[in-house]
């Protein structure tokens, strides 16, 4: 798969330009541009629907992205939220030392201490990579980004690495404000901030990006999914932790297995696991590059109960999309110590501090899978295309007029009309019909709605579905119904209207 | 009007909390709960539905909220985003030194320069309103809150003040990938902050804040609105820098007259000032508390050719939401020579640095505003309530079983649960019947509905009118479409159904 054409076709269509880029740019900081802002709305709005409306019991916040120290310092980020990192002493670039080991030694080091990772970067004579320099010593980088609130000597603040912490502080006010009973659920959409020590590989990585999260709590004496007999047949694909020491492959099981088994560790964490690979089917991804993976014990933080991964099957290689933890009462249990507010539930006669599954959406790297996934190198029809589903594609349909003459223009401008509020749809005279496919395809527009000679005489159009590029002809005053239908699946398309000939 | 029930309200209720309040809280930072999550999303839309995609030449954008300093030099932030601040000498509290000029004095002094203040402040006897201490020289703090990118010594950087300038730094990207002609607009709805010296006023004067601005870019040759015949009767209140020497009070003109007396520049300013007065009028707020004020020169960048801020009336006096700047090309060539990049557009023939015209809205304002003026204090009724339009409101309709018992909980949940993909919608089953009414109004719920033991029988279920409390019965299954009907204003109450007695 060719990544640099995607991300040519993103900047020159409109979905995703570098910020500042008249000034060269701001490493790990990307902008949406009209079609990917179109597109990062529809997507945000289809998780808000689907994880969120659909239940009853998930409630939606919205909290600023910068809090005071003493919160940091209670979610344990202020301590731990960091990279170990080295710099070259002749050229003076910074690495980030575990890294650098891994890719060195194959040895897989996260979480190692700064002083043991000194230690195994002059025993292996590791070098600089840029200039074959000596590393400094390796110490320890904060990657949240700091800033300083109030004038002069301000409230040191920082920018938030997570929405989730919003959600904690908050918990209080929000179980007052909605009389929510256990098991409930607060969801966040918002942009969080790490200051990554070496950004890269396109929107994947960023030091600003776009997070979708849940904070699900329960009580940890009743820990099941009240529906799960519904779903136990399900199947998840899940790299174990035994299989990732052997074939590093993923292993089919029901999500009954995965309970029973205790590979995972609680049934509301197979349903948001088996939910979000629902969903992420529905983003247009083939289940084949869908798989969740089961963190190493070096990867999962010591208050974690179980941490999984959902990754993408990337260009590049596999890589998480949704972190879905089991982060027990952890969160509670620091803000209630370090505030001196009480934050637990009454439930049952007796005071609970609820346990909590968190499943993380990037919806940056979302976006990255989606164009990645959806991009059709297509040599017989001519033109690279994306195959968005209609439910995310920054437009269902363009309306054409076949031609700029006789009064084409002018109908076809009235039907785009009466069509804009009902779907997303453009209007485009510029150039061949051919031309005008090809523009459209390219930023996956689902169908094409051609206006000509046969139009002002019988009020019908062409309608052209970009997937099969076949053509039927219908009434344009069905129009709306029609493109719902065949939107939401509930007709084929060859029999939505009198099919042509190609 | 008592804001300070409304505040309570809004907490007890989950609309707005004080941020990290379990700390303390941090001045000038609040958070949506889960109501005012909802109603914030709405009122997103509302705009982008209203201001964005009923256009056909507004895009939307979505750029970083982070942008290094090269951007903050060339628009002039760095230089000119500043406030003069003082500080008593004796209890060392901080302070705007043009408002405690202003205060003390009565006289209008932002825009004066430093020394300039200092001189007033010791001519004047000014001291310090806390402790009567004396106040320092004055000296310029600039708003901006600054943040460092990348490891050790990394990128000076800024949290943006406004979305504006990501549009500008953006410009030749959106118009290549659009292939926008002039005039054009961009649009952009996000986070901005500012490190106000002392925020105030609840939601008003915050240092995180919610934007929703326009740049709308026009050939400066070619400055005509080209419908501006439909909208020249059409009136404005206007508070004129005449009247603003004299009564203070605002003058009724149509749109003709302000352009023809030269009061407004440009007749695409009329149009986004006359849109916005209907907007606003749309989220519930009655005309009569909706102005628009010219801003004297003192209050006017030296590029503009005119600002008009649109104000609302609040509980403690008019206050700007929208401002409406007439910014020129400054922006665009300020980014050119600085940029060293062609951002001129090539139009007839020739190379064209537009001006633009931008309408910047103030979302957490708004949500002041409309929280202030849908509040109904009602001693008959025994509870307040929130007149919520339907476009806003949290929650459209209610449902409710009339008791606990007989099968109306679970006839009650499946209505709710198939209207629930057709409106916003909650279940209440909680409490006797009139207090579900009091809790459905506070929130500003539009409908309540009630299964009763008619509903086993018939189908049929009442519904009751949140502002006149009458109450209808209808067929359930016409619910959609009647509730439809009349959030669409397409009938009245009264005839929606069969209409009972109080």
């Known amino acids: 798969m060719n990544i640099e054409k995607i991300i040519d076709i993103a900047k020159k269509r409109g979905f995703i330009f570098q910020s500042a880029e008249i000034y060269g740019g701001l490493s790990g900081f990307f902008d949406y541009g009209p079609l990917g802002t179109i597109m990062k709305n529809k997507i945000e709005n289809f998780w808000r629907e689907f994880f969120v409306k659909s239940e009853n019991n998930i409630f939606e916040i919205s909290s600023r992205t910068i809090a005071p120290e003493p919160v940091w310092q209670a979610s344990g980020h202020l301590k731990d939220f960091v990279d170990p990192i080295t710099q070259c002493r002749s ?15 194959g040895k897989f080091v996260e979480g190692t201490k700064a002083d043991e990772l000194t230690k195994i970067i002059k025993e292996n004579r590791i070098k600089c990579p840029k200039c074959k320099g000596t590393l400094s010593d390796v110490r320890i980088f904060n990657l949240m980004l700091k800033t300083n609130v109030g004038p002069v000597e301000g409230t040191n603040a920082y920018l938030r690495p997570e929405t989730a912490q919003g959600i904690f ?16 659920g607060v969801a966040q959409i918002g942009i969080s901030y790490r200051n990554e020590i070496s950004p890269r590989q396109w929107i994947m990585r960023l030091r600003e990006f776009n997070q979708m999260e849940i904070e699900f709590f329960f009580n940890p004496k009743k820990p099941e999914y009240p529906n799960f007999s519904e779903i136990a047949k399900k199947k998840l694909k899940i790299v174990t932790r035994e299989e990732q020491k052997k074939s590093g492959k993923a292993v089919e099981m029901t999500a009954e297995d995965a309970i029973e088994k205790q590979i995972i560790p609680n049934q509301w964490m197979v349903y948001f696991m088996l939910k979000e690979l629902d969903w992420y089917q529905q983003l247009g991804l083939p289940v084949e590059v869908l798989r969740h993976r089961h963190m190493l014990p070096e990867e999962t933080p010591h208050y974690s109960k179980g941490n999984f991964d959902m990754e993408i099957k990337f260009d590049f290689g596999w890589k998480e999309v949704v972190g879905n933890a089991y982060r027990t009462d952890f969160d509670l249990q620091t803000h209630m110590k370090h505030s001196g507010k009480d934050l637990a539930v009454a439930e049952d006669g007796e005071k609970i ?13 979302t976006f990255y899978g989606i164009l990645l996934h959806c991009f059709v190198e297509d040599k017989k029809r001519g033109w690279d295309w994306f195959k968005f589903p209609a439910k995310i594609a920054p437009y269902i349909a363009a309306v054409y007029p076949l031609v700029s003459k006789d009064g084409l223009p002018e109908k076809a ?10 779907f997303g749809v453009f209007y485009d005279e510029a150039g061949s019909i051919g031309k005008r496919y090809a523009r459209a395809d390219e930023i996956g527009t689902n169908y094409c709605i051609t206006i000509d000679y046969q139009t002002l005489k019988d009020n019908t159009v062409t309608v052209r579905d970009r997937d099969s590029t076949k053509q039927i002809r219908v009434e344009f005053k069905k129009l709306p119904e029609i493109i719902w239908k065949l ?10 209207g009198k099919l042509l000939k190609d």
Chains 1, 2 share one sequence.
């Not at 502080?169 to 409930?184: D, E, G, M």
């Not at 401008?413 to 009902?422: Q, R, T």
């Open 353 to 365: 501090v609820p346990h909590v599954i968190e499943p993380s959406f990037g919806l940056d790297r």
């Open 91 to 105: 050229c003076k670039s910074m690495f980030r030392a575990d890294n650098l080991i891994e890719e060195a030694t």
């Open 413 to 422: 401008k009235e039907i785009f009309n009466s069509l804009k509020g009902c």
């Open 169 to 184: 502080t908050n918990f209080k006010n929000i179980l007052n404000s909605t009389r929510a009973k256990l098991p409930f």
């Open 487 to 496: 939107t939401n699946k509930e007709i084929e398309f060859e029999k939505a």
